[in-house]
Every structure is written in structure tokens, then in C-alpha cells.
């Protein structure tokens, strides 16, 4: 059956994906590994639920597998979650296939065999627009479709797992930090802060507006002031909040990255340079040391 | 002796890039840097030569502006550079840099370890290490935080979202490797001066035997413009602008 064929180890992102594929009246076929999960996409609008039966955990031993089954099925376009697990399964496939890939498209539009596809370059300060012809693999964010509903009957095919790459424990992460993805308000620091101990300043002016406390990278991964899920960038949590204020932060691109879908961007920062002005609603340029306290006071009151 | 390949990309500092009024991106300013995570992949493939045994050595794919990375690349450790020199590299995408790199990596040959980052700071696509999988038809593991040898066996721990996985696979392997794994280190005068005198082998692109016809057309390339409203508060003395600061986010409904 030529179509889309879809797969996320996120069962509400897969769903997403077949929304992108039913807005544009493509036939959609979703790919699972368990029959726990052909059961619940069964009801997300797809045509087809493809549940393949293998003997691996690690759905990564499957990309081999993938490729031949959308080979025979004659697939245009192989559209993934975009997990760790997604992106690595999906270059493998590509590889296999070796076919063109888009990862983390940004924007995606299918017409008549011809996929234009736009990505984020230099950690977001740069758009790329690409054109492929012929089949393609690409991965695709959480929160950019939406999911639609409707039945699938569940087609299972028996696959063939490489097994070479062996699962010996899984281990949930405790997170020890907050999830600033859901976050409403997050104050962030950068290298600007002189010393740990002045993260005060910035977890009393996020109390004062009911933020999460974010970072930049260097302040988790060089100064192991705050947990790594803190820090904001491309790398790091992409957030979305309402009110993102910034203290201490320069705003290299792969940071801004990651907030720029807030509603409203604070910066305050010595640097009257700083790439982060420019990227901000409002700005004071000045000591933080001093501006913040004074910001808290002022929301307080 | 085996060797434990670490791959690079040379590229250009996304710090230096200017974007024009008209969106067109100017790159001719941008000085050359190893991409960063790649520090971290030739950090580890020197930690494993240490631990595994084998020889570090360091890959990379780019024109002829990448002849500066290859000293860069050795003060960071590896004992010997491989540079596939290819003006082919700067419209290269996802499938030829792996096929480019599999094929410079059959002819370095007797090899253990294949180090990736996940993704280069320019285009973070993050296919290379699976896609060299693909290509040479070796096991992968990406998103790794940890590696531990055991004669010819790798246990590495990866890091999801939400969870961690102790997998183990026998070598020869590709893997990639997240910042998290180490902590790249900054070379000493020595280490600049040692580099110099290490071997380079240069591979062109005929040598590899590869289509260099790139599969994703590049149709456009654009400044990402971020539409704020960039209003500095700078009237008064610091607690006017707080002032000013506060009553503007009352105005937004964001406090």
C-alpha cells in the first residue's frame, strides 16, 4: 500500500503525524512494536496500524526491517517522532534505504510526489528550505499537528530484529529538575551569575511570578549549578511559556532556540551587545544584581 | 593496532554569521571551529583508547577550508588525522557524509569504535552515526553517556527522555555520544606543538568511489528573523526602568 507511513514511540506524537498526513488526504499507515500500542492507535485516524513482531525491545534493531517493509510497501515518505529513539531509528532507516532525510522539519508540505520541507540551521538562526524527490525520511517535533480520530484495523507482520545491540536494564530518570516544557513562567540565568549561591536573587523573582527556574547550558554543564533538564537551548528544553525572563544570559542562538516560541521575552543583561536584546520584547541593560531584587519588589508590590 | 575513529565536521561559528536586512545569510566573516559536541566525540574516542587499547584517530569530511581543523583535531589527542578533502563536503547532506565517511573509515580499515556526536552545531540533524551503521552494516548505539569495555565488548548506558538503557554490543560498533559523556580537554601549548608533527593522511574524492549528487535539493537559505518588539528601558534611574518593566508586563496579562 503506497502512502505515508508513520512511527513514534510517543503514542500522542504518532498521533499528531497522522493528522499532518490526513491534512493533506494522504493514506496513513502507522507503525508499532507491541500489541499494546496497535491497540491504542487503532482510534487516532489512521488508514492501517502495521503492528510488526519481532523479538527486540530496542525498536533501533528494527531499522534494517523497516527499510525492507516500506521498500515492499512502496512508502513515499517514512514521517517520525522526533525522540532520541525516533531520530536514531529513522537515520538508521534512511541509511538502509539510503534515501534523503529531513530531520526536525520545521515546516513539511507533500504534493504530487514532491516534498518541500524548511529546518532550523545554526542552532536556529539560519532557515534552510529543501526539496526531495522521490522517498524520504523525516522527523517531526511534538506540538506542531493536530491529532484527528477515526478506526484502523491492525495488520500484524512478523519482522526480523538485528539483535546485535543487546538491552540489559532500563532505568527511569528521577528528574531532579522541573519540567519547563509545561512551565508558565520561567526566569533563566546565564554565566553572567558571579556565584552559585546568587541563584537566590533569581528563585526569589521566580517566586514572586510563580516561575520555574531555567538556565543556560554552561550553567549546568560547566558549573553544575542547576540539574542538565534545566537548561534551555536546542539542545535542551525547547519551552514555551508565557513570560520567559532572561539575567545574565548573552543569547547565543542555540539557547534562544529553545524559547522562541514565548509570548513575551525579558532580557537583562550588563552587555548592551548581547545577542539576547535582540531577541527580546523588553530590555534593561544594566546590573542584574541590582535590577532583579528590584523587579521582584516590583511585582510584589 | 585498532583504532577508535572519532568523526568531526569542520564548521562555521554559528557566532560570526550575519544576517543581512533582506534575510540573505553572510557566512564569509564566520571563522572555522571543530563543531562543538565533536570535542566531546574526540574526547571519548581517546578515553577509549586508554581503557580498550587501540589507537585514536580523528575523521573528517570538508573542502579545503578544513586543512585548519586537522592540527586542531590532533592537540585534542587522537594519534593520527584522516581528512577526506572534497569541495563535494559543503553541499553534501545526511546520505553522502555517511556514505563519504563509511567508505574513508573501509579504507583506514582495521578498526574497533566509531565515535559520533549526535549532531554538528550547523546542521544538528543528527544522522551520521546511524546512517555510518547503515552504510558499513555495523551495531549503533546513540545517545551515549557511558562506555565501559570488556575485551571485545561495549556496555554504554544511553540517555532518553525519561529513561536510561544499559545495552552492550560486541565491537567493531558506531556510537554516538552526548555532551554529558565527558568533558573535552582544552589542549596545552604541548599538545598544540605535538599535533603538528602527527600523521595526516588525505583522502580526495575519487578515492572514495561514491555519487556525491546530493539527494535534498537546497532550494533556499534564510536568516531566521524572530519578530519582538526589542524596546529597551533606559530612561531614569534603574528602579524608572524596573518600573516601566513591570507596568509593560501588566500590559502584556503576563504577571
Known sequence: MAGVYIYSDRMDLAAELVGFVKENQNSAQVLCFTQAEADQLTSIGADKVCYLQGDSPLVENYGQAIAEYLKQANAELFVVGATARGRDLAARVAGYLDCAMVSDASSLSLESGKLRAERMMYGGAVVQSEEITGLCVVTVAAGKYQPVTGSASVETVQVTADNRVKLLETAPIVKEGVDLRQACNVVCVGLGLEKEEDLKIARDLAAAIDAELGCTRGVAEERHWLPVEQYIGISGAIIKPQLYISMGVSGQVQHVFGVRDAKVIVAIDSNEKAPIFRSADFGIVGDMYEIVPLLTQAIKG | ?255
Not at chain 2, 568523526?7 to 557566512?27: F, G, R, S
Not at chain 2, 578498526?111 to 552515526?129: F, K, N, P, V
Not at chain 2, 575519487?206 to 535534498?216: E, V, W
Open chain 2, 1 to 255: 593496532m585498532s583504532k577508535i575513529i572519532a568523526c568531526y565536521k569542520w564548521v562555521a561559528d554559528e557566532a560570526d554569521i550575519k544576517i543581512n536586512p533582506d534575510l540573505t545569510v553572510d557566512l564569509k566573516k564566520a571563522k572555522g571551529k571543530i563543531s562543538d559536541y565533536d570535542r566531546n566525540a574526540i574526547e571519548a574516542a581517546v578515553q577509549a583508547a586508554g581503557s580498550l587499547g587501540g589507537k585514536a584517530v580523528s575523521l573528517t569530511f570538508g573542502n579545503a577550508s578544513a586543512k585548519q581543523s586537522l592540527k586542531d583535531a590532533l592537540s585534542r589527542g587522537p594519534e593520527e588525522g584522516y581528512w577526506i578533502n572534497a569541495e563535494e563536503a559543503a553541499t553534501a547532506d545526511g546520505s553522502i557524509t555517511a556514505k563519504a565517511l563509511a567508505a574513508a573509515i573501509n579504507k583506514i580499515g582495521d578498526y574497533s569504535l566509531i565515535i559520533c556526536a549526535e549532531g554538528a552545531s550547523d546542521t544538528y540533524a543528527r544522522q551520521t552515526a546511524p546512517r555510518i551503521g547503515a552504510a558499513l552494516n555495523l551495531p549503533v548505539i546513540t545517545s551515549v553517556v557511558q562506555m565501559t569495555f570488556n575485551g571485545n565488548s561495549l556496555t554504554a548506558v544511553r540517555k532518553l527522555e525519561d529513561s536510561t538503557e544499559t545495552v552492550q554490543t560486541e565491537l567493531p560498533a558506531v556510537v554516538a555520544i552526548l555532551p554529558e559523556a565527558n568533558e573535552p580537554t582544552i589542549p596545552g601549548l604541548k599538545a598544540v606543538m605535538a599535533a603538528g608533527k602527527k600523521p595526516v593522511t588525505e583522502y580526495t574524492a575519487a578515492d572514495l568511489g561514491i555519487d556525491f549528487t546530493p539527494k535534498n535539493q537546497v532550494t533556499a537559505v534564510k536568516g531566521y528573523v524572530m519578530n519582538r518588539k526589542n524596546i529597551i528601558f533606559n530612561e531614569g534611574s534603574t528602579a524608572d526602568q524596573v518600573k516601566a518593566l513591570a507596568a509593560a508586563l501588566r500590559k502584556e496579562c503576563v504577571l
